[in-house]
């Protein structure tokens, strides 16, 4: 059974730093692109990052470009994202995701993506 488990979120203060990962178990994922998304209360899931199986074709949100960076591990099938420079607007629940598509490119969208993990909550206090 294909798993996805986040982990690393936390409260931080505004310009701390937090390191989020996701670990997949069930399948390799050395050929499939992988996304961050996040929630906050009251809004609909929106995409944070993305990155193709090999790691070379990789997207971000605006509002995370320079601050976020998106990698990966495909021989310890874990996903990263490391995030700098944390804003209040930072703040809600982050979920990561695989497509089971093999090589497919990178999606943007929730629909992309067949597999999620259970979320971790980044806070970010001003």
């Known amino acids: 059974q294909v798993q996805l488990v986040e982990s690393g979120g936390g409260l931080v203060q505004a310009g701390g730093s937090l390191r989020l990962s996701c670990a997949a178990s069930?399948?390799?994922?050395?050929?499939?692109?992988m996304g961050w998304f996040r929630q906050a209360p009251g809004k609909e899931r929106e995409f944070v990052a993305a990155?193709?199986?090999?790691?070379?074709?990789?997207y971000y949100v605006d509002s995370v470009k320079g601050r976020f960076t998106i990698s990966r591990d495909n021989a310890k099938n874990t996903m990263y994202l490391q995030m700098n420079s944390l804003k209040s607007e930072d703040t809600a629940v982050y979920y990561c995701?695989?497509?089971?598509?093999?090589?497919?490119?990178?999606?943007?969208?929730?629909?992309?993506?067949?597999?999620w993990g259970q979320g971790t909550q980044v806070t970010v206090s001003s």
């Open positions: 995701a695989a497509d089971l598509r093999d090589h497919g490119v990178p999606g943007r969208t929730v629909r992309t993506y067949d597999n």
């Open positions: 990155i193709s199986g090999n790691g070379v074709v990789i």
């Open positions: 069930g399948r390799t994922f050395s050929r499939n692109a």
